[in-house]
Structures are given as structure tokens and as C-alpha cells.
Nanobody, 127 residues
Framework: QVQLVESGGGLVQPGGSLRLSCAAS????????VGWFRQAPGKEREGVSC????????YYADSVKGRFTISRDNAKNTVYLQMNSLKPEDTAVYYC????????????????????WGRGTQVTVSS
């Protein structure tokens, strides 16, 4: 079965850390660009970070730059999002997505078509 499954979300205090995982099954993830997105209640889904399948280039939204790091483990067919110095405004459902074209993730809009989406994992930052 072809799917992406996110894990690693949870409740964390401000200033804490979490590592999200995006595991692929049924296809080889390193052939795809992978992105992390998030959606808070009442807000549109926004891009957080993505990593290229061609040259390893990465992108980070300004709101997470310097705090979040995206990486791949090809042996595990998994992409990670290390999140440090978490803030209450990072609270959202986090989704991973994979597409053959990096720009489809880098310049994602609500009307874009992406090859694969995960179902999301909840991240709550609260004291």
C-alpha cells in the first residue's frame, strides 16, 4: 500500500523539542522531494520546510528558520523534521507530502496537486 505516515507529535512546553517522522511505504521516498506543512485551527495550510530529491537543497519558512531542521534517512525511507525552541504559535497539525517536483512543494498553494500526503500528526506547544 502506498502511503506516508507521520509520527512524533505531542504536547510539549514552550522552548521544548520534538522530532517528527514521515515514513513512506510502497514507494522509494528518496526519489521524491518531501515537504512538511502545518495547519492551525481556522488557518490555511502553510509550508514549513522541504527538501529536494535532486540536490539536497532545503527550504524553511521564515517563522521556523534557525529552529527547525529537515533531513532524510534513505535507508529507513523516512524524512524527519527536528523542531527546537518550540513556541505556542507552532501549534498545528503537521503533514508531510511527497512530490517528484521540488517546486510543487516549495511553492505550494491550496490549489496545488501533490503526489502524496500523509494524514498528519498533532503538535501542541503549551505550558
Amino acid at each position: 500500500q502506498v502511503q506516508l505516515v507521520e509520527s512524533g507529535g505531542g504536547l510539549v512546553q514552550p522552548g521544548g523539542s520534538l522530532r517528527l517522522s514521515c515514513a513512506a511505504s510502497g514507494f522509494t521516498l528518496d526519489l521524491y522531494a518531501v515537504g512538511w506543512f502545518r495547519q492551525a485551527p481556522g488557518k490555511e495550510r502553510e509550508g514549513v520546510s522541504c527538501i529536494s530529491n535532486v540536490n539536497g537543497n532545503t527550504y524553511y519558512a521564515d517563522s521556523v528558520k534557525g529552529r527547525f531542521t529537515i533531513s532524510r534517512d534513505n535507508a529507513k525511507n523516512t524524512v524527519y523534521l527536528q523542531m527546537n525552541s518550540l513556541k505556542p504559535e507552532d501549534t498545528a497539525v503537521y503533514y508531510c507530502a511527497a512530490d517528484l517536483y521540488y517546486n510543487s512543494l516549495r511553492y505550494y498553494s491550496g490549489s496545488s496537486t501533490v503526489n502524496y500526503w500523509g494524514r498528519g500528526t498533532q503538535v501542541t506547544v503549551s505550558s
